[in-house]
């Protein structure tokens, strides 16, 4: 099934006084490009993280931002740098002494002043761990069901073109076979109006016919848009990524229908290769957007 490359999720949990989370969004690119922002407390998981991702997702630029607070007494301790404190006290007694101004210092004062008070995290990895990647999981399913929904927008309207532009082949294909008749047919009436003769030296003439025939068949690239369309149809049924398949495919049907443009010395052909061109423009644009 084809999926979209743009898409966004979000989830959350709330367990233990623990609370978590996450935001994935995506847009097309090339390749795989992922950046993942999550609190210095929980950094440790951030390879981990990736690999989910890798597990689940084969293309896109990928962001994701994880928060995560613990308000549970379990896993936090205040501690208190008392060597610190004391320094801070001694000096600014001393300057209380030295400015002749009141040194009445109270404990809460010196727990503000920086790094008398820290917090210590000694949470449970393991258990950590197992709750950021199930509420990661959750968001990455959420991103990929909305993937997903845009994917069959594109698959429909994808299919819808592919049916136009077999048309427009059929068409040329049977505008092309009465080519070669015209051309004689104005080919003998040329020779005759020049030579002023109806005696005409048939084997030359066929010389003729032959080269001109040989120039501006299509029957080749006829052959291979067909087979071309007939992969493309294959490919958005597949249950893979496709993206990069369908662009290989849409270069060489446009490779295809500038031949037929440059061979075939005809006004409706013509017209129909533009067409062509036009609706795989559209194709084009859609398949940048698939997965």
């Not at 104005?186 to 084997?203: G, P, W």
């Not at 061979?263 to 017209?271: D, F, G, M, P, R």
């Amino acid at each position: 099934m084809i999926k979209s490359m743009t898409g966004y999720g979000k989830s959350s949990l709330s367990i233990n006084s623990r609370e978590y989370q996450v935001e994935i969004k995506t847009v097309n690119h090339k390749y795989i490009d992922i950046n993942i922002k999550l609190p210095r407390t929980i950094c440790y998981l951030e390879e981990d993280i990736r690999k989910l991702i890798l597990s689940k997702l084969k293309r896109g630029k990928i962001d994701i931002l994880i928060t995560f607070d613990n308000f549970s007494k379990d896993g936090n301790t205040i501690v208190i740098n008392s060597e610190l404190a004391k320094m801070y006290i001694e000096n600014l007694k001393k300057l209380a002494t030295e400015e002749n101004i009141s040194s009445n210092i109270e404990v809460t004062e010196i727990t503000k002043m920086p790094d008398v008070l820290t917090i210590k995290n000694n949470l449970d990895e393991d258990q950590i761990k197992k709750e950021v990647l199930q509420v990661t999981a959750d968001a990455i399913d959420q991103l990929i069901q909305m993937r997903e929904n845009e994917g069959k927008k594109i698959f429909e309207d994808i299919l819808q073109k592919i049916d136009k532009i077999e048309n427009k082949v059929q068409e040329i294909l049977e505008l092309s076979t009465g080519l070669i008749e015209e051309y004689v047919v104005k080919l003998e009436a040329r020779v005759r109006e020049l030579l002023k003769t109806e005696d005409l030296d048939k084997s030359r003439l066929m010389q003729e016919v032959v080269i001109y025939a040989d120039k501006c068949s299509v029957e080749e690239e006829i052959t291979r848009m067909k087979s071309h369309i007939l992969q493309l149809r294959n490919l958005i049924n597949a249950d893979e990524p496709i993206g990069k398949k369908m662009d290989f495919l849409i270069q060489e049907m446009n490779r295809e229908t500038n031949t037929i443009g440059s061979k075939a010395n005809n006004l409706e052909i013509t017209n129909r290769v533009v067409d062509i061109k036009t609706i795989l423009e559209d194709v084009r644009e859609k398949v940048q957007n698939i997965e």
